[in-house]
């Protein structure tokens, strides 16, 4: 059952690799072209432009939630006038309150061009994510995937064109972010809009303005709820800080992200349609044990991967980075740590949302963000970057213990205490390691280290294997079967 679903999930991976692949090419560029107090400025701009977007996102959401409803009618002209001319409304507002707040807040007149060129790119972002859920709903897989390829290829060849033929300052990478979205979008409106249009009187339904407000409204603040938690320490670090710690933190940030939440984008593309699908079909007992057998499977690879990100860090950023950005590798092991619990939470989620109870969960990640912003203000003036990595890391736990425990009720489906007996045996000599490396890195060669490396991560998996806690075996044998009846054909 499980060798199934990650035989699923594995189809997905191609798709993620964009994003990682971005973040070790284009980053390591940059840090060598601008310095940290530049690259903070630009990080700082990114998050305002993304709660501006996010600000938009309930139109968005309404797409996938009212499309085939109207599609059905036959009145997608209706829906599309009412759709994009209240986007148009919400940006013109949106856009307003942030040209008159920016005299008020000092942080945004310190960010003088850049604040520019985040005002012109936030209406494009936006209406770029509004044609994304038009091809999801509208089922153009292929297209979406090209869309986000071509666009992503557009935006860094244009930033390197910018910096390095016409020497274009930090401004460049939200300059090439503009070009690229410029050049995609007709494409994209050719296929998700198509000139299917109502302009005659009484064209706007303001009854689905309505419901796409009572929708949407909810679900918006609960994705700000979760910029919040990803995003505001930028902020406070700025403001305890300065532009260039936030620079140092950003791209140590980004690249411990990006290696993590490729793994939690692969596992929740296939997750949720299946577990539901199994519950309506096969009912509680198939779920906890195929949920049961998801969770060790996560943790043991996802524990390898903060590992690895943990003990590499110094090395790997040392070459990628440069000097000016290294100090970042101190942040990463609360930073990988911060997004195992980013999966972790969304697979405890599981008895919330197959009983059809969510209500909880945007709550529970509202007060998470909550406590995230009160310990970035009590943890930064003392501990710096280090302090807003912890804070995020304590967030998240926090999230997972309220999010575990309000399952728990619908869906009691824990792990047996052998599991987690195993589990911390083999995870001991690999924190220690970790630990004694970040304390004392002179002290052995580099060879030596590595060496330690392998057999902590040797021994890692021998016991959980040992303990009969992970059968890989099983799921080995099913990728070979697939393989060789794909050869066979």
Not at 91 to 100: D, K, N, P, R
Not at 208 to 215: D, H, K
Not at 295 to 309: G, I, M, N
Not at 399 to 407: G, K, V
Request: charged residues 10%.
């Amino acid at each position: 059952m499980l060798s199934k679903l990650l035989v699923d999930l594995l189809k997905y991976a191609p798709s993620q690799l964009a994003p990682i692949l971005r973040a070790f090419l284009a980053i390591p560029i940059y840090t060598r072209v601008f310095s940290p107090e530049q690259y903070g400025m630009y990080s700082i701009t990114l998050a305002v432009v993304n709660v501006m977007t996010l600000l938009n996102g309930w139109i968005g959401t309404s797409i996938i939630r009212f499309y085939p409803e109207y599609e059905q009618r036959g009145k997608i002209p209706f829906f599309n006038t009412t759709i994009w001319t209240t986007w148009l409304v919400s940006s013109l507002l949106i856009l307003g309150v942030a040209v008159l707040l920016r005299p008020e807040i000092s942080l945004l007149q310190r960010l003088r061009h850049l604040f520019f060129w985040g005002l012109v790119l936030f209406p494009l972002l936006s209406a770029q994510n509004m044609n994304y859920h038009y091809l999801r709903i509208q089922k153009r897989a292929l297209g979406y995937t090209a869309a986000h390829l071509t666009l992503t290829v557009l935006t860094i060849g244009l930033n390197l064109t910018l910096i390095f033929v016409f020497h274009v300052g930090v401004e460049a990478l939200l300059m090439g972010n503009i070009l690229a979205i410029l050049l995609v979008l007709p494409w994209l409106w050719r296929f998700t809009v198509d000139g299917r249009w109502a302009w005659r009187p009484f064209s706007y339904e303001t009854a689905l303005l309505r419901r796409a407000v009572r929708y949407g409204i909810p679900l918006a603040l609960g994705n700000l709820s979760t910029w919040i938690l990803h995003l505001s320490d930028r902020f406070l670090l700025e403001h305890f800080k300065g532009f260039a710690t936030v620079g140092v933190y950003a791209t140590s940030y980004f690249l411990a992200e990006r290696s993590m939440m490729i793994l939690v984008n692969i596992l929740f593309l296939g997750y949720w349609p299946f577990i539901v699908r199994l519950w309506e079909e096969q009912g509680p007992e198939a779920t906890h044990r195929a949920y049961r057998q998801l969770l060790s499977t996560y943790l043991a690879v996802a524990t390898l991967a903060v590992f690895l990100l943990s003990f590499l860090a110094h090395d790997v950023l040392r070459i990628l980075l440069g000097k000016s950005f290294v100090g970042g590798y101190i942040i990463v092991p609360w930073v990988a740590m911060g997004f195992l619990l980013f999966g972790l939470q969304q697979l405890f989620q599981t008895g919330l949302i197959v009983h059809k109870t969510t209500r909880p969960i945007a709550a529970f990640i509202f007060l998470a963000a909550l406590l995230n912003i009160a310990l970035n203000l009590v943890l930064i003036p003392h501990l710096g970057m280090v302090g807003s990595a912890i804070a995020s890391f304590l967030s998240y736990l926090v999230l997972n213990l309220l999010i575990f425990l309000a399952s728990r009720r619908r869906f009691p489906a824990g792990l047996p205490l052998k599991f987690w007996a195993a589990y911390s045996l083999a995870l001991l000599p690999a924190a220690a390691l970790v630990a004694v490396r970040y304390r004392w890195e002179e002290a052995l060669p580099l060879l030596v280290w590595y060496g330690l490396g392998i057999g902590a991560v040797g021994f890692f998996f021998w016991i959980l294997t040992f303990t009969g806690e992970l059968r890989f075996r099983d799921l080995l044998q099913t990728l070979q079967q697939k393989v060789q009846k794909k050869l066979n054909r």
